[in-house]
C-alpha cells in the first residue's frame, strides 16, 4: 500500500500545530510501531509532533483538532463539507465518522485550528486543498474522547 504525503506547505508557511500534551506519548509510540509497514505515515506523523507547540490539556484550544473532538472539513475543490473524529486506532469506525489518527487524513488534521488550510495529496493521485472549517468539542463518553 503506498501513502501519500497529505500535507505540503501552504504558500510559504505549514499550518501551525497544537498538540494536546497528554497524548504525546502515544503519539510517538504510534509512529515508531508504524515504522516498518507504513514509514512515510510515521514520518508524517513524527515530522507534525517535531514541530507542534505542545501544551496542557486545559490550555489546549477549544477549536483545534485533537482525538475525540469532531471537525468539520472542506474540500476546496469541490465544496464538499466532511465532518470525522480523529481517534485512536482501535477506535477507528468510518461508517460511524472515527477516523484513525494513524491514517494519512488522522494526521494530516491533527493539531489544526478552524481556518487552517491545507493541501492532502489523495491517493488517486490529485492534490486537493481542504480547510478545517468547525471543532467541536468531544462528547464526555465518545471513544477517544479524554476523561474529564
Known amino acids: 500500500m503506498q501513502l501519500t504525503k497529505t500535507r505540503t506547505r501552504v504558500g510559504k508557511r505549514a499550518p501551525k500545530v497544537v498538540i494536546n500534551e497528554a497524548h504525546i506519548a502515544?503519539?510517538?509510540?504510534?509512529?515508531?510501531?508504524?515504522?516498518?509497514?507504513?514509514?512515510?505515515?510515521?514520518?508524517?506523523?513524527?515530522?507534525?509532533?517535531?514541530?507542534?507547540?505542545?501544551?496542557?490539556?486545559?490550555?489546549?484550544?477549544?477549536?483545534?483538532?485533537?482525538?475525540?473532538?469532531?471537525?468539520?472539513?472542506?474540500?476546496?475543490t469541490t465544496g464538499e463539507e466532511h465532518s470525522v473524529t480523529p481517534v485512536f486506532p482501535e477506535d477507528a469506525d468510518i461508517s460511524k465518522g472515527l477516523v484513525s489518527l494513524m491514517t494519512p487524513l488522522g494526521v494530516a488534521l491533527l493539531g489544526l485550528a478552524e481556518g487552517a488550510r491545507f493541501y492532502w495529496d489523495a491517493r488517486d493521485g490529485t492534490r486537493r486543498p481542504l480547510t478545517v472549517i468547525r471543532v467541536a468539542p468531544p462528547e464526555t463518553d465518545a471513544p477517544g474522547a479524554p476523561s474529564l
Do not use: H, N, Q
Request: proline share 6%.
Open 26 to 76: 502515544r503519539f510517538e509510540l504510534l509512529a515508531d510501531a508504524a515504522w516498518a509497514r507504513f514509514p512515510e505515515l510515521s514520518d508524517r506523523l513524527v515530522d507534525e509532533l517535531s514541530r507542534a507547540r505542545i501544551v496542557a490539556p486545559k490550555k489546549l484550544p477549544a477549536k483545534v483538532v485533537d482525538i475525540g473532538r469532531l471537525v468539520t472539513y472542506r474540500d476546496d
